[in-house]
């Protein structure tokens, strides 16, 4: 795969996140706790953007997903039905010598990598955060952080079956936090203890699963595609037999070129009907589903699109990251999809006299109203651009003495850096013009970007 | 206060949700986790446009408000500075009989209520939810899910300066799910131990506090009569001296003629520096402000207005809920602002024909770009209509065999239920103008609902 210039150093991503105001250590002044992250004004702008951008396209837009919120806490039976009580661990190893922890199947060798101390024989650590439910702590009480948010589609399926009279294929989409107490972490915003997933559970009938599984890689390659990510930058891991996880029939994952290296982006699942048969072995309830077609009853199969919002984040961030030299001088610019770009909009006066300031102003809250917009004032013109090139601000709107006269302001693109000079009355609509020509807002389902010859098989069954 | 009808009894609303898919009780299928809740397909997208509404009119619109999106587990200390470790408890007490347990400040005799047997001493119950970070559990590795969102702001106060380089006054707002392990819980989604916060710390100069607070009270009562709520509905609560919480110089509740009772919607604290004042002392960082234009330092002020998403949402829906005769038949109708309705549009084809359906879905992708918009061709129009009725959907498109002659649609209005013809081609930006010209979106800041002759007290200072 070609590659065209390297990935951008992780040090510059954090540094500029953290000096503009993208992302914070989560309890910064008390010297942080160890990868749990604050989103900043940018960073929860772009994160806001991101999130709405996936249930655009795959719930507002659609005709066959609705979606769902469910509770971070849940019954203790949720997940033992799930496997997760049981089986969701790592091997946790520890050094005798420095005491630091490790994940014995990350380790190449068998001394500490630290200290070359000897380590412990491993033992498993279950990864869900528990937590008492009442006010006595005991063995009744435990409840787990979700460790994520996919059980919580699964024992409602039968609740939305019946409320939105659905019939299959269709499928739920939830956004929302989850929590796994790794022993590692780290690659910044990557692998964090804390964080937030995007999935959609497809319920279809089996025998469909397969088409149904090409499709959803195909779609999910193309969501990212679309709003930006350079389609050299993304590949796929396909998970052998020996790798799956215990309820995964077949497993892709779409991986990109993360700063730190080729990571997981998002992961497909073929789940099969593992699920339902648990949570109705456990609840006693039958998660059956009668086919009106065929007249058959049977366990919906289940397809499983996967994504992790920081990740993501970290994706579109180090994807979109450049470093330009123009006019002499470099410029850091990040070239986001103008969907995903924290504000829309800079307003910009030419200088800080009062009716440039007055003029500028008005503009601002005209455009407010629309999105989210910036106004800056301070120092020269050029670093201002400079100042908004770094965060993607694909728009910036200049108000000099010219427009006092000429009622007329410059629009600057952040990309080209073209310059054109329109009137402040059609301001609104030349910048809404803009923003919906966008390739987001055209997308069609199912695309050309599987691999050639193939977008037959990858189109919905 | 006049109460012209009576609010709507709490079954009514629970079995509305339920049926129709706004609230699921969390864990259903395992019998329930009391006081946690899922919402489900509708009530997702009402809880999404709710949370819109509020971040568009305090973080969007305003010149002077920026976000943050802080993590839910923080280090322990933080909570220690707060206040929160040491005192954040209520009195428990427990019959001894029977072992149901109570908070002792809310009992009215000192025999158990439900069998009337001897309590036991009250113990102060800390309603933190606490949990281990890393694979040891001691008491270096104790975290707590962050009783409310406040603190997540504080600790970041400095970052958010730096990075933004604002001035003083201006405020950071943030949405997020908070946790308290209540003793007692209940009222449906009103006192539930996961539930979802709006708050916004104000940070101002010492000594304009009092008229940023009457400001912001305004302005917070003015954004739920904005989106819909009846005036009569809302009225204050003034904190006298001993019902004031440990950090807080005043305080005054909205408070909303809940199905239960009047009871609090949201508070609007002012918590003078003690916040800021509290972080530097343990963190050892000077959390002063340095302001430019009299060259003072200082520690800021804070106004906060803290608002519960459940809790307006059940204010939201209780408040719009009626059931009205009309036609002989009494329809159940959510007379929900536009805004807010999880629904933009409904569309309908007059039957199941081939032609109306084809062309009622190519009607339904369009919209789709746009809004959320549902379709529905089952049973009769009258049928049709209602079912979008008692979900709040504002306008109902169908589509009939004149339609394919003459490619006009009727538009039928939720409230007066007024029908009108378009065409097909205009059909979009109709919608659009009707949604656009809602109040919502001509919303400007401090009104002139505050108190007769209070309104220029209640402006921005």
Redo the contacts between chains.
């Keep these: 795969m070609p590659e065209t210039t390297p990935p951008v150093p992780m040090e510059k991503l954090v540094s500029l996140c953290?000096?503009?105001?993208f992302i914070?250590q989560?309890?910064?002044?008390?010297?942080?706790?160890?990868s749990?992250?604050?989103?900043?004004?940018?960073?929860?702008?772009l994160?806001?953007n991101l999130k709405e951008a996936w249930?655009r396209a795959m719930?507002?837009?659609?005709?066959d997903v609705?979606?769902?919120?469910?509770?971070?806490?849940?019954?203790a039976?949720?997940w033992e039905a799930s496997g997760h009580v049981a089986g969701f661990a790592d091997p946790?190893v520890e050094c005798k010598q420095c005491h630091l922890?490790y994940r014995a199947d990350e380790l190449k060798a068998d001394k500490c990598p630290a200290c070359g101390g000897e380590l412990t024989q491993p033992r498993m650590?279950n990864l869900m955060?528990?937590?008492?439910?009442?006010?006595v702590e005991d063995e009744a009480s435990i409840?787990y952080?979700r460790p994520e948010t996919a059980q919580?589609i699964f024992?409602?399926f039968?609740?939305?079956l019946n409320?939105?009279?659905r019939k299959l294929p269709f499928g739920?989409a939830q956004m929302g936090?989850s929590?796994r107490?790794e022993?590692t972490t780290g690659n910044f915003i990557f692998r964090s203890?804390?964080f937030e997933q995007m999935e959609l559970e497809f319920f279809i009938k089996p025998g469909t699963d397969e088409a149904w599984f090409r499709y959803w890689v195909n779609e999910r390659l193309n969501w990212y595609v679309k709003l930006g990510i350079k389609r050299e930058h993304l590949d796929f891991h396909v998970h052998e037999h020996r790798e799956l996880a215990h309820y995964a029939i077949s497993c892709h994952d779409i991986i990109f070129r993360f700063p730190h290296g080729w990571a997981e982006l998002e992961g497909i699942a073929n789940r099969g009907s593992f699920d339902l048969v648990q949570?109705a072995k456990?609840?006693g309830?039958s998660?059956d589903y009668y086919d009106e077609d065929t007249k058959e009853h049977y366990v919906p199969y289940i397809i499983e699109p996967s994504a992790g919002v920081d990740r993501s984040f970290l994706a579109f961030l180090s994807d979109s990251y450049a470093e330009e030299v123009a006019g002499g001088e470099t410029r850091v610019v990040l070239h986001l999809h103008p969907s995903l770009a924290p504000y829309k909009v800079a307003v910009l006066p030419l200088s800080r006299r009062e009716q440039l300031v007055t003029a500028a102003?008005q503009v601002?809250?005209d455009l407010?109203?629309h999105?989210?917009v910036v106004?800056d004032d301070?120092q020269s013109i050029g670093r201002r651009y400079r100042r908004q090139d770094e965060i993607g601000t694909p728009y910036c709107v200049t108000i000099d003495f010219q427009s006092l006269e000429d009622g007329q302001v410059t629009v600057r693109e952040r990309d080209a850096m073209d310059q054109i000079r329109v009137p402040i009355a059609a301001l609104k609509t030349i910048i809404a013009d803009k923003l919906a020509g966008e390739p987001l807002?055209t997308f069609t389902h199912g695309g050309q970007i599987w691999k050639r010859g193939e977008e037959e098989k990858a189109k919905a069954p």
């Design positions: 953290q000096r503009r105001g914070f989560s309890s910064d002044i008390y010297g942080g706790l160890a749990c992250w604050d989103y900043g004004p940018l960073g929860v702008a994160k806001r249930w719930v507002q837009e659609r005709e609705v979606g769902l919120d469910a509770a971070i806490l849940m019954q039976k949720v946790l922890r650590f955060f528990k937590t008492f439910m009442g006010p409840t952080l919580g024992v409602n039968e609740n939305v409320t939105t009279r739920i936090k929590f107490n022993i203890r804390e949570h456990h609840s309830k998660l102003k601002w809250a407010r109203r999105w989210l106004y301070a807002f």
